[in-house]
């Protein structure tokens, strides 16, 4: 099926130096993000800023100035303690839509700048807010809805209660 | 039994151990050296994110091969029309003749998907039959009869050229 040539050439296959980089300082990234925050950065810590510019489908994702292709992962270094003391969760969002674009959530509320609490609401340019919804020891599947014409797009949160983790997944419909 | 778990993974020992099996199925998967180390590197923060609790090393090494599989599959999805980028323009490799890649990497890629991944594991990479199922989640079965009509894939491509 194969000659002894090609099965030493895919043997002689050896992964690159700088994946090796990547993955350590993937790693170092976790770590420093674990155990580097204090107590007084937790709010700011659960506050990650998500930036949406533009997709495909006119938006596109950033993550503190990272851009996201389908996955966001963002740490929630509350220790279990503090986690009873801060009843919600806080994510500051900033969308930049080129459309008009109708914007709501499953599960909280749309805190904006001016304090007001809302469950949807549009847009077509740059708007921010803060998306809190409560804490809960199972958080249910949190989505936020991007609907811009006929093309609907989604945000979807699920929280991993050992890793402290919440995962952000962008969808299309 | 004893559980092989570590609290906190240790990814330099980890990446030294794996880092260049997975990155050599990733790339023959994907035959693109970029995507290759994108689903490496998605592996390894799933390991980093998930520390899961691994029986013994066998299992731990069969979850990262899945785990890489995997983003290689969604990979694969996202770009059906997946350029093809030779080994040879990435620059730690050494040139095309010296490893003479192309001619398996094209041959397999004519593999559908499926086949594609019991190829790599069981006749490149030299994994038993046993090992190969658990790396990629199925039945012992399942493998065999994936492995079979593989084999019989690639031998009428090697006939076809």
């Not at chain 1, 925050?37 to 930036?51: G, K, P, R, S």
């Not at chain 1, 839509?97 to 469950?119: F, Q, R, Y």
Request: a negative charge; glycine letters at 4%.
């Amino acid at each position: 099926m194969f000659s002894n040539e090609e099965l030493q050439s895919y043997r002689d296959i050896k992964a690159p130096e700088e994946l090796y980089e990547k993955v350590i300082q993937s790693s170092s990234s976790h770590k420093r993000r674990l155990h580097g925050l204090t107590y007084a950065a937790v709010t700011i810590a659960a506050c990650f800023v998500i930036v949406f510019t533009r997709t495909p489908n006119d938006i596109s994702v950033n993550v503190n100035g990272q851009e996201l292709h389908k996955t966001i992962q963002f740490y929630d270094i509350s220790p279990a303690s503090d986690m009873r003391t801060s009843p919600v969760f806080s994510i500051p969002m900033e969308i930049d839509a080129e459309h008009e674009t109708k914007i709501s959530v499953s599960h909280g509320v749309l805190i904006l700048p001016d304090g007001n609490a809302v469950m949807e609401l549009t847009t077509d340019g740059n708007t921010t807010f803060c998306w809190e919804f409560p804490r809960g020891d199972e958080l249910p599947l949190c989505r936020l809805k991007m609907q811009s014409g006929r093309k609907t797009s989604y945000i979807d949160l699920t929280y991993d209660n050992d890793t402290n983790i919440i995962i952000a997944t962008k969808n299309k419909q | 039994m004893s559980l092989f778990h570590r609290s906190k993974p240790d990814i330099d020992a980890t990446y030294k151990k794996y880092g260049d099996l997975l990155y050599r199925v990733a790339f023959a998967q994907l035959a693109n050296d970029a995507d290759a180390q994108d689903a490496v590197q998605d592996a390894f923060i799933k390991y980093m994110t998930k520390s899961p609790h691994f029986t013994d090393e066998a299992h731990e090494k069969a979850w990262l091969i899945r785990v890489t599989m995997n983003h290689c599959h969604d990979m694969t999805r996202r770009n059906k029309n997946h350029s093809f980028h030779p080994l040879s323009e990435a620059s730690h490799v050494e040139s095309e003749e010296q490893h003479g890649y192309r001619e398996w990497l094209e041959r397999i890629h004519r593999l559908p998907d499926l086949y594609r991944s019991i190829i790599i594991l069981h006749c490149l990479e030299g994994f038993s039959l046993q090992e190969t199922a658990d790396s990629l989640g199925i039945s012992l079965s399942a493998a065999k009869m994936r492995l079979s009509r593989g084999r019989n894939i690639l031998e009428q491509i090697r006939q076809e050229e």
